[in-house]
Structures are given as C-alpha cells and as structure tokens.
C-alpha cells in the first residue's frame, strides 16, 4: 500500500531506452543483462526489482542476490526511496553465502547438525585439517603413501591439505569422487574431515553452498518451500558467481522469474572458484531468456571510458557473445595521469599532497577520493601518512575482522552463547587471561593438554584446573586469575541471557579486557593471514565500529532496534545471528557502506572495490610485480595460479571506478631496494590518454623474462613477455664495474649500486 506508482514511474523515466526496455520486460522471461562498467546495471536492476513489486509480488518473494553485503544495502536504500522504508525491509536482499547459511540453519537436523551449528572460521578450519591429517596417518592403510610427504614441513603439508579441502569443497568434490580418481589419500582427509565438523556441530565457509544444493535436491518439501518462497530472484554481478553457486540459482530459479546481470569482463574472483562460463550455462538452461545489452557509459569521463576499453582489447580469450560496443556522452575530462615514484614513501607523499590540493580547492571533498591497491599490505604506508597528515579515511574489508582485539571480542561473544566449541573459547580464555604472551601460551597449552587427556572441553578442563587450591604446575595467582577469566566468562553468559541490547554486551566484554592486552594490539602482523594489520589501536574507535555494524545489522534485518528475541529473553538469539552475518560477511570481502556518508578518503583492494565509484581514484602501486601479481612474490593465498588476463580485468575493474579523475602510481625501488618496474598494463594504454610523469619509457619497457612466473589457472607456464635478453643486476655490475669496485660496499649497498647500475645501463641501451 506504501507503493507509490508516480515514484515508479518517475523512476523508470530517468533510466534510457535500453535501461528501461530491460527493467519492463516481461517478468516471466528469464533475462539477462551484459553490459559494461558505468552502465548502469546495478541502476537496472534495481529497476527490474521496482517492476517485480509493481506486478504485484509481494516483497518477501523476491530474491535479490548481490556480491557483498555493502551492495546488498546499496540496493535496499536505492529501492526504498522509491517504494519506502517498510516494503524494502522485507526484501530479501543477500548474499549467497549468508543466503545458504539461512538455509542451512533451518534444516540443520537434515545435515546432522543442530540449528545453533558452528560456523568455522580459517583457524578452525586449519585446526580440523591437522586432525584429519592425524586420523589419516594412523589409518594403517594410508601411512605409507602419506609419509611420502616427510621431507615437507609439518606446516607445509598442513597448509596444502588445507587448501586441498578448500578447493574440494569449493568445487562439490566427494571423498568418493577423490577415491574413484586415484586419490584415496585426498579421499580420507575430507571423509575425516566431513566428521570432524559434524561431530563439532560444525559446517565451514565452503560447505554452505554445497549443503543447500544437496537440501534442495535431496528433499523434496525443502525445495517446495523454496519454490514456493521465492517467486522472483535477480542476481547483480552474475561473472563472479561460482559453478557451484550457479547451480543453486538454477535450482532456485527453475520455473521462477529470474534476471541476472553482469559483465564478464569484471571477472575477478575466479580465486574463489568463480567461472563465466555461468553466462553460456545461463543460455542453455534459460533457452526462452531474452538478452539485453546496455552500451552508455554514465559514470566516467570519455578519455577514461576509452583508456579501460583499449586496456581490455589485450585480453584475448573474451566471450565474443559478451562483446560490447562502450560509449558515453561524458565531457573528455582530463588525462589520466601516470606518476613515477622512486619510493613508496614518496608515493605516499605525493598522494597525500595531492588530496589535500584536491580538497582544500573545493573540486570534491575527501568522501569522493579512493586509493586502491592491489594488495591489502600496501595500504599500510597511506594509513600512516594519513594519519599523519590529518587526512580522514576509512578502511574497508576483512582486516577489521581480522583485527586481534575484534577477534578477542567476538570469541569471547561466542564464547557466551551455548554450545561453543574449543576454538573461541581458547581464543577468549587466552584474550582475558592476564600477563605476557609466554605465560598466555603456557597456561593454554596447559589446559588444551589436560582437556586432551581426558577427553573434555577446554572450559571443562580449565574449571576443573583452576577450582583446584594447590596445583603442581601453577602458581597460586595464577590458580586465582584463572579462576577469574571463568568468572568473568560466566558473567557474561548470564548477562547475554539477562540483557537485550547486544551493544550493552559488546561494551561489557570490552571492559573485561586486561589493560595489558589491548597494548599488545599494536602487534601488526595477523597470525591466521600473516597478513599486515592496520594500526588504529584506539580502542574507543575499534568498538564504535562494531558497534556501528551492530545496528547496519539490527535495521537491515529487523523492524525493532532489539532483534529477534523476545524482551524478557536477553540477546542471545540476536547475538548469534549477528555473529553469523560477521563472519558470512568476513569472507566476503566485504566493504562497508558506513563510509560513503562519512566524509572520508576510502583505502581499499581493487577487489573490495567492484561495483562502487569516486569522483577522484589513485590506483596505487601500479608495478610489474603487483599487477599482474607475479606468482612467487607472495602467492595468492587461496588459489595458487594467477591469470594474466584476469589481472588485466582486475586493472580494468580499478581504471573503471572513477568517474572524473584517474591518477595511477608506480614505483621504482621497493622497501628492499629491489628494482621494481612499471606494470606492463600500462604500455597498453593510448599514450595520447595519457599525461605521463617519470622517467621510464612505458612503450620501450619489456617484462623481464626471469620475473615471469605467471601460471595459468589451468598450471600452465606462461611465456608471455618481451623476450629481451637481460641478466641479473648483481651480474651486470660485476661484469662492467668489477669485482674490486663493488667489495668496496657492504651486501646491501652492493645490491643497491648492483640496481642502480642496472637502471642506468637499461636508460643507456634504450637511448641508443
Ligand atoms: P559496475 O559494472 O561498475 O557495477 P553498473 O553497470 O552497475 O557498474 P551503475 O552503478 O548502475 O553501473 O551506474 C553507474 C553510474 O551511472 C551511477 O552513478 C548511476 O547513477 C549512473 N547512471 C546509470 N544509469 C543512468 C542513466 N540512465 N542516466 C544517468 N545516470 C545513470
Ligand atoms: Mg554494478
């Protein structure tokens, strides 16, 4: 009744001929929209969620699936202005992933669980692969061929069949499927590893996906509660959907309407098992679906428009069905500009300066800059430098949540709910203990030992330890400060049963924390990532983030500020879905909105950054070895083998981001002194687009043929590169300057005169 036609209309009238064509079409033919960047896609289909409501589906029938939950409240905003606050409310907007958890959840006892199922995070995901691997080695069977990894550390092998279980569950492989291709060790560790879980009352990341697709197929009511719920589902960013993913769409969708949209050349996470071939399935299995394509740029400048599209041409192995003809109406706008830096702190520097040129001459104001990067880590350097400077920004994605003291905060959250498991309350006991890392350590190992022997919980383990007046292996005030953690652990359960307001326990917890801990926080390396994290150790603001997320959460998914629990009944309902939406959310790469209305510079990954857009971006350390990514600089943790094209999309995903200034930086000597060269995807662009500040020749500069380990997804070497002959700096200098010359320095300045030399030699040669 709050749907108001004229705002539908009004609506519908500010989109094009194309736009509106694909938002009005028939809502019983499938449709599929392909389209590139800036055109409007995300604003279509929030058209075509309009549409579905004007026909006349009831809100709480419409699927809309979006990539992060940031997009997922982008969505909800955009469709409320229109249609208000209430209808927009009941719209399921969501991820896949927090969507198969939702399933999951209610047929818990259908997967052998519970309904207050764990979800593991990496640690205990890493903690079950060690167990498994246990089983399996005193499995008589199995020993020999497992031992076969004995040269390899022990960490090595875990880390390997880690990703193993990972990449199986990812892609739906059964232990049976591993057994029938020869692969009986790879078959036990997961049939180990399914038990373990399940035995925890446990499900991981990976499981979700594949669990609802065995509900919906094994179960018959299950799928004709499904069916009979979701009248409508439409899913943005289509490319980036996995195989798996894609099949529970097409179980979902099967005699549903259903739109999706995408663009496959803003496929990035094929490291996440994504796969475009989701567009040809799409054809296949939709054969009566119409197919629209939208070709008007309306976010960038026309000089950025053609750059990005001269940069994608290189990509060869494009869907010729997706090919798009990308125009727009945009003023030229300015070059873009390339910058050379000989460092990454001048880098820094010269990022810095030009914001506060940018903002304090009034062209836009700090909300409307982003700085992208392709590695989380190099966001480091601007965080400090900003900070410095007094610039405001915001850091998106999961390093929040990797953040020591959140992970502390949410253990300990966890720990408070019933049946948690070993994992968080180790992490808890280990956050409230008092005193150093070493006594933390001991007093741990301690407790996990006895809950070991006797086959017990840890917390049962660790009462039973500390009630106990005299103990041979602790000292009395540790006996006192144990007991203490317990108490203080129990209290807070209590209070989780007593009290509604989730942020009254959040900020309870965060008073029990020993003083001593939150200095520790300033620790900058992430134990579970190896991962830098970020530095903000203030802990009043760490908090108020979390409290900001608590109530993005409470107004998107409830009507009331309380959650779902009924008043006299405390939180605990509230607090476990919300510790759910975390950690759905944390492997999402998730990018919160919060920050659009504050007004703040964004620091984020160009992957956080799909989707969104600023008035002023800086593509940040745009070198050789960090895009394209080279294979063996660190590896990418989760899928091994980068693509070159992929990297290429995932350069055109960041040039597309900004819609009047583009500035992109690289620079020349790493932190190590290394020499670094400019990305190769900057030769590819039209030199006449470009306002180019450095000293490099960008067209006469060839990939050095040693620093190519690019592998293909499928294993392949690439070989790809310029084909110059070149030898290592160190050997260059040797052979033109000497031995002699170069004992004169110490290793590390050799090898910076070895580099130096070896610039100077490259400027020579290309001169000549
Ligand atoms: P991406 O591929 O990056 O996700 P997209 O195709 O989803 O991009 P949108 O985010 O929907 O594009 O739109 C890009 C910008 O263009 C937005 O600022 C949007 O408001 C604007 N826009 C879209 N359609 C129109 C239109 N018909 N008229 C004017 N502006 C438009
Ligand atoms: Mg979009």
Sequence with gaps: ENFMPEKYREYIKSLNDKQREAACNDVSIPLMIVAGPGSGKTSTMVGRVLTLLKEGIAPDNILAMTFTTAAASEMRERISKVVGKQIAKELVISTFHSFSLQLCRSHAEKLGRTTEFLVYGHGQQRRAVIEAMRLVENDKNASREFSNDGMKSFKETSKKWEKFVTKAKASGRTPEECRRSGDPIGASILQHYDEILKSCNALDYNDFISCSIMLLSDFPEVQQECTGTWKAIVVDEFQDTSSMQYQLLRILGSHRHITVVGDDDQSIFSFNGADVSGFDSFRRDFPNHKEIRLNKNYRSTRLIVEAATALIHNNTKRDLKCCKLVETDNPDGSKINVKECHSEEAQCAYVVDKIIEITSSSICNFGSIAVLYRRQISGKAFQMAFRERKIPFNIHGVAFYRKKIIKAILAILKCTLAGCDDGPSRQAFKALFPGDKEEKKMVVQYVEKISYARKCGFLLAARDIFSAKISGTFKRAQLTQGRKVLSTLDMLSKLVQREQSISVVISSVADMLPQKYLLE??????????????????????????????????????????????????????????????????????????????????????????????????????????????????????????????????????????????????????????????????????????????????????????????????????????????CLPEELAQMCLGNDFLKRFQAEERSIVSHLFHQWARKQAFQT
């Design 521 to 726: 926080q300033r620790a900058t390396v992430d134990v579970d990532s190896g991962k830098f994290l970020n530095e903000d150790h203030d802990l009043r603001s760490v908090i108020q983030v979390l409290m900001d997320d608590v109530s993005d959460f409470l107004s998107n998914h409830f009507s009331n500020q309380e959650g779902i629990d009924a008043k006299e009944n405390g939180c605990a309902s509230t607090l476990k879905s919300f510790l759910d939406y975390i950690s759905v959310r944390e492997t999402e790469n998730f990018r919160s909105r919060r920050n659009e209305n504050g007004d703040s510079v964004t620091l984020t990954t160009i992957h956080q950054s799909k989707g969104l857009e600023w008035d002023v971006v800086f593509i940040v350390k745009a070198n050789d070895s960090e895009i394209p990514l080279l294979h063996d600089n660190i590896g990418l943790s989760k899928g091994g083998g980068v693509s070159l094209e992929e990297e290429r999309r995932l350069f055109y995903v960041a040039m597309t981001r900004a819609r009047k200034m583009l500035r992109i930086l690289y620079i020349t000597l790493d932190t190590n002194c290394q020499l670094l060269q400019p990305s190769r995807f900057l030769k590819e662009l039209p030199e006449h687009l470009l306002e180019y500040q450095g000293e490099q020749d960008l067209k006469q500069w060839r990939p050095d043929p040693k620093e190519m380990p690019l592998v293909e997804s499928n294993g392949n070497k690439m070989t790809e590169c310029g084909g110059e002959s070149s």
